[in-house]
C-alpha cells in the first residue's frame, strides 16, 4: 500500500476541511499516481472532492461508520477491519490513502512508499499528518529538482518503509 499527500514544511495537510495548496504540478503528479488505481480515504476526504463526487478513473474506496452515509460510485469500509479485509482483493503496489490526517496516521505502517510534494511554507494548517523525516524505518529515496507555482517552491519526495505492518 501506498500513501500520497502534499505537506507544508510542518508536514501540514490540511486546513478548514481543505488542501492547503492548489498547485497544478501537484495536481497531475496525484493524477499521474493515482490513476487506474484504488484509493483509500475518510469521510471528510471525500465531501471535499470536487462536487463530492469520487475520483474518475479510479476504484474509490470510503472508509466510514456512519450507516447512513451511502454515496454513489464508492465502495464502503465501515471499519478498519472491514478496509483490511477489502483491500486483501487488491495488489497492495495499486492502492493508495490520499487522506485524511486520522487515515494517513492510522495506516502510515502499512505503506511500503509514501509519495510527498513537500512545500516550502508554513500554511497555517489545523490537519497534519506525522512526519517521516528522521522516522524510524522510513528513508528517502527520491527527491525531484524543485519547483515553483506563483511563489510556492515545492519537490516531489518518495519515502520508503523498511518495516511494513499489517492493518490493524
Avoid at 28 to 35: A, D, L, N, Q, R
Avoid at 108 to 135: P, Q
Wanted: glycine share 12%; charged share 25%.
Amino acid at each position: 500500500m501506498n500513501l500520497i499527500a502534499a505537506v507544508d514544511e510542518n508536514w501540514g495537510i490540511g486546513k478548514d476541511g481543505g488542501l492547503l495548496f492548489h498547485i497544478p504540478e501537484d495536481r497531475k503528479y496525484f493524477k499521474e499516481k493515482t490513476i487506474g488505481k484504488v484509493v483509500v480515504m475518510g469521510r471528510g476526504t471525500f465531501a471535499s472532492l470536487p462536487g463530492g463526487r469520487p475520483l474518475l478513473g479510479r476504484t474509490n474506496i470510503v472508509l466510514s461508520a456512519d450507516p447512513s452515509f451511502r454515496p454513489e460510485g464508492v465502495i464502503l469500509a465501515r471499519s478498519i477491519g472491514g478496509l483490511k479485509r477489502m483491500l486483501q482483493e487488491y495488489d497492495s503496489n495499486t492502492v493508495f490513502v490520499i487522506g485524511g490526517a486520522s487515515l494517513y496516521n492510522r495506516l502510515l505502517e502499512s505503506c511500503r512508499y509514501a509519495y510527498i510534494t513537500k512545500v516550502e511554507c508554513g500554511a497555517n494548517a489545523d490537519r497534519f499528518m506525522h512526519t517521516l523525516d528522521g522516522r524510524a524505518g522510513w528513508r528517502l529515496i527520491e527527491r525531484s529538482a524543485p519547483g515553483n507555482y506563483n511563489g510556492l517552491a515545492f519537490t516531489f519526495n518518495v519515502y520508503e518503509n523498511s518495516d511494513v505492518k499489517p492493518i490493524e
